[in-house]
């Protein structure tokens, strides 16, 4: 394809995991990506991703991808999606967990999104196109010693809805995707976790919590395809409001139907959290 005829999708957190696979499929399939990372480029050898580092927690480093963004946009086809998967997991006891990493995992999965997505509006309301939010069921379902990632993530599930409404008469479609369970570096980072900064009446849950859940993330979906799967979203003529992405949907929407008190039980007994007796 001409470079005329290309269009251009941006997407974000690309050093591993899906955003690099994603990046890979879509410039595969003839679209000019716009990838950002943090760390190395990923992306030095492959001329039809343009790589550009972006630290979502520096303001200057968004308004800088989101220039580059619409550079190739104006010299291609115009803006056809942002992806925006950048994200981190970070959490711990409340009662323990620092002010600052809960500001740190905000900045990220939450107000940095805000920002990028602000500067490519206008793009994307000429283009009439889309916006793809990586959320989590961590946004529908908050599990204990997540709280920083968990709130991020339901103020995604906010943040999505209104955008999508706001912007639908322009044309432009948004679409949230409920990951649950894909094999990322996400999960080996979680477990880097120190106990020992934590209250010791925590550490046994905490413990069990890593290896239970943090394990079981690590035998989720493949990440491949999951990026198959979100390409495919990408493409419809018609996205839907919310995609659930996990290895079992049915699974995953039986969760949502526990009450909550149920669950709170579950919890408690999942990770051992008999601490209060």
Known sequence: ????????????????????????????????????????????????????????????????????????????????????????????????????TVREVMEVNYFGIVSLTQKLIPPMRRSKGRIVIHGSMAGRIALPFLSPYAASKFALEGFADSLRRELSPFGVQTALLEIAGVATPIWNKAKRMKLADFSPVYRRSLRLFLENFVEAGNRGLDREIAARRIVRIIEKKRMKPRYIIAQSTILSRLELLIPDRLFDRLCVKLFGMDYGK
């Not at 595969?28 to 716009?34: A, E, I, L």
């Not at 580059?68 to 010299?75: I, L, R």
């Open 1 to 100: 394809m001409r470079a005329q005829e290309k269009r251009v999708v941006a997407v974000t957190g690309c050093d591993s995991g899906i955003g690099k696979s994603l990046a890979s499929l879509l410039a595969g399939k003839g679209y000019r990506v716009v990838a950002s990372h943090l760390g190395t480029d990923p992306f030095r050898e492959d001329s039809g991703i343009v790589s550009v580092q972006c630290d979502l927690r520096k303001e200057a480093d968004i308004r800088r991808f989101a220039a580059a963004v619409k550079a190739e946009a104006k010299k291609c086809g115009g803006l056809y999606a942002i992806v925006h998967n950048a994200g981190i997991a970070k959490g711990g006891p409340v009662e323990d967990t620092p002010l600052k």
